[in-house]
């Protein structure tokens, strides 16, 4: 069994080693070399790079149409914003329209009804007037009438005569001042 371990160890240290670097088919390794490069060359300039040249351009295409919608949105955007601040604006200027017509009827309505007011107030103040000109009257001519009766009283109880013209004019010229 030595000898069996011994005899595979020579053959393998007289075995030409990788098959590589044996310079006896290195012409061989060469031209297969020559022919995968140029069997990987016309694959990729003939399939591959083709359609990644076409996959390339469509994403661009794709990109650049992006690029020029978003624009144009961003312009309708600008444009839309334009819009609503300017409806904005005249909706602001037509409320505060509105706001002045209301101020400005409340106010008319306002003045009609403190007119109104102010003639009820003016024709019951002219009534009141009248009535207690009326009860001043009245009440004068009572005072005289209880003046010009006392006066009597006072000069019959006193033990005088009066007639009753006497009295009233007595009364009237005292009651003048």
């Not at 053959?11 to 030409?16: F, H, I, L, Q, W």
Request: glycine share 6%; aromatic share 4%.
């Amino acid at each position: 069994m030595a000898s069996e371990t011994h005899n595979a160890a020579d053959a393998a240290a007289s075995a030409p080693g990788l098959p590589q670097l044996n310079f006896d088919h290195f012409g061989n390794q060469i031209f297969w070399l020559l022919v995968t490069l140029v069997v990987i060359y016309f694959v990729l300039s003939r399939i591959a790079l083709p359609r990644i040249a076409a996959v390339l351009a469509e994403r661009q295409g794709t990109i650049t149409n992006d690029l020029a919608a978003a624009e144009d949105l961003k312009a309708k955007a600008v444009e839309a914003e334009e819009a609503y601040n300017k409806a904005l604006a005249d909706a602001r200027g037509e409320a505060q329209t509105i706001v002045n017509q209301a101020k400005a009827e409340i106010k008319a309505d306002l003045d009609k009804a403190i007119a109104k007011a102010d003639a009820e107030i003016a024709a019951k103040t002219a009534e009141g007037e009248k009535k207690i000109a009326e009860i001043r009257a009245n009440a004068l001519e009572s005072v005289k009438e209880v003046a010009n009766d006392t006066t009597g009283e006072i000069v019959a109880a006193l033990g005088g005569k009066a007639d009753k013209r006497t009295v009233t004019a007595a009364v009237t010229a005292r009651m003048k001042g």
